[in-house]
């Protein structure tokens, strides 16, 4: 029987979003035969941890929800070829990470296994394969280094954090917004409270998510002495009477999240210092940007903020 695919939370992560790759990344833009050797002086180097290191970790561990069948798959997309990535796949045996599946594409971008892998989520470090796996309508976010929290956490939980719109629903109100002013865009919403956003990049990542949170209230409800460990936040500058139509989307795909901010202008970075997730998503870098040092950062370059079109 095939390895199948479509029951579980796949992530495809680049090296360069898992561990710190930036000198090793130097030498390979000298020339490929630097970088081979490189690499192979250092095969038994490893690699140091990187800003999602930390939700990956957790995330991992959460297989431990349905023993044997797993619930999360991570899977190595990365432009190395077999060789060079040895550091790679030898890296994550030294820290214990369970991932055992990788693509190699030697120089050449993997988002194009993005669907033949059903992943719902690809993080990268790098902005060009980010902003192309997107324009293709791919889940895909850019890893910032901008700090990571720390992850010698004793209980393993796992914080995510994801903005509204832009990330989880489409840019359409984000559009009226931009054109227009805030009254209007207020306005426009109150008139659609009841019509649900279509879907943005990470609406798949979060519905994984949710079948993750429900696999731990399944064991709170047969008894089990468990603590969830998973909490998801939604974390937009929408304010009243916008949030109604937020909350309108989410209950439309059947889904809820733990905490809500609708901050209207105040800075996100408040919040996010107290929250203090795993790893953020946001569309806009001037989010991010103030965040720095306090959460592990995510760039999702999707539609009317990035000069492109989300349909």
Same mark, same amino acid.
């Given at each position: 029987?095939?390895y199948?695919?479509?029951?579980?939370?796949v992530v495809g992560?680049?090296?360069?979003?898992?561990?710190?790759?930036s000198?090793?990344?130097?030498?390979?833009? *000298?020339? /490929?035969?630097a970088y081979?050797?490189?690499?192979d002086?250092h095969?038994?180097?490893?690699?140091?941890?990187?800003?999602?290191?930390?939700?990956?970790?957790?995330?991992?561990?959460l297989?431990?929800l349905?023993?044997g069948?797993?619930?999360?798959?991570?899977?190595?997309?990365?432009?190395?070829?077999?060789?060079?990535?040895?550091?790679?796949?030898?890296?994550? *045996?030294?820290?214990? /990470?369970?991932?055992?599946?990788?693509?190699?594409?030697?120089?050449k971008?993997?988002?194009?296994?993005?669907?033949?892998?059903?992943?719902? /989520?690809y993080?990268?470090?790098?902005?060009?394969?980010v *902003?192309?796996?997107?324009?293709?309508g791919?889940?895909a976010?850019?890893?910032?280094?901008?700090?990571?929290?720390?992850?010698?956490?004793?209980?393993?939980?796992?914080?995510?954090?994801?903005?509204?719109?832009?990330?989880?629903?489409?840019?359409?109100?984000?559009?009226?917004y931009?054109?227009?002013?805030?009254?209007?865009?207020?306005?426009h919403?109150r008139?659609?409270?009841?019509e649900?956003?279509?879907?943005?990049?990470?609406?798949?990542?979060?519905?994984?998510?949710?079948r993750i949170?429900?696999? *731990?209230?399944?064991?709170?409800? +047969?008894?089990e002495?468990?603590?969830?460990?998973?909490?998801v936040?939604?974390?937009t500058?929408?304010?009243?009477?916008a949030?109604?139509?937020a909350?309108?989307?989410?209950?439309?795909?059947n889904?809820?999240?733990n905490?809500?901010?609708?901050?209207g202008?105040?800075?996100?970075?408040?919040?996010?210092s107290?929250? +203090?997730? =795993?790893?953020?998503?946001?569309?806009?870098?001037? =989010?991010l940007e103030?965040?720095?040092?306090?959460?592990?950062?995510?760039?999702?370059?999707y539609?009317?903020?990035?000069?492109?079109?989300?349909?």
């Amino acid at each position: 029987m095939p390895y199948d695919l479509t029951d579980r939370l796949v992530v495809g992560i680049a090296p360069s979003a898992l561990f710190d790759s930036s000198e090793a990344h130097q030498v390979f833009e *000298e020339s /490929l035969e630097a970088y081979r050797a490189y690499q192979d002086e250092h095969l038994d180097d490893p690699l140091p941890r990187g800003t999602a290191f930390p939700f990956i970790k957790r995330l991992l561990a959460l297989n431990d929800l349905r023993p044997g069948n797993n619930l999360v798959e991570v899977i190595v997309l990365a432009k190395d070829d077999a060789i060079t990535g040895l550091r790679i796949m030898k890296s994550i *045996e030294h820290y214990g /990470l369970p991932i055992e599946r990788a693509v190699f594409t030697e120089g050449k971008a993997p988002y194009d296994y993005i669907p033949a892998l059903n992943v719902c /989520l690809y993080l990268s470090g790098s902005k060009s394969d980010v *902003e192309r796996a997107v324009d293709l309508g791919y889940p895909a976010g850019r890893v910032l280094g901008f700090g990571a929290v720390d992850d010698d956490e004793q209980d393993g939980t796992l914080r995510v954090a994801l903005d509204f719109d832009g990330v989880l629903a489409s840019d359409e109100a984000e559009k009226i917004y931009q054109s227009s002013n805030l009254a209007t865009f207020l306005e426009h919403e109150r008139e659609h409270a009841n019509e649900p956003l279509e879907a943005g990049p990470m609406k798949q990542f979060l519905l994984a998510m949710g079948r993750i949170q429900q696999a *731990e209230l399944d064991r709170v409800a +047969a008894g089990e002495d468990y603590t969830p460990r998973v909490r998801v936040a939604m974390v937009t500058a929408r304010q009243a009477p916008a949030h109604e139509r937020a909350v309108a989307t989410l209950r439309s795909w059947n889904v809820q999240v733990n905490d809500a901010f609708f901050l209207g202008g105040i800075e996100k970075a408040r919040v996010l210092s107290v929250l +203090a997730p =795993h790893i953020y998503f946001d569309d806009q870098i001037g =989010h991010l940007e103030p965040a720095q040092g306090t959460v592990a950062s995510v760039l999702v370059p999707y539609g009317v903020m990035h000069g492109g079109a989300s349909d």
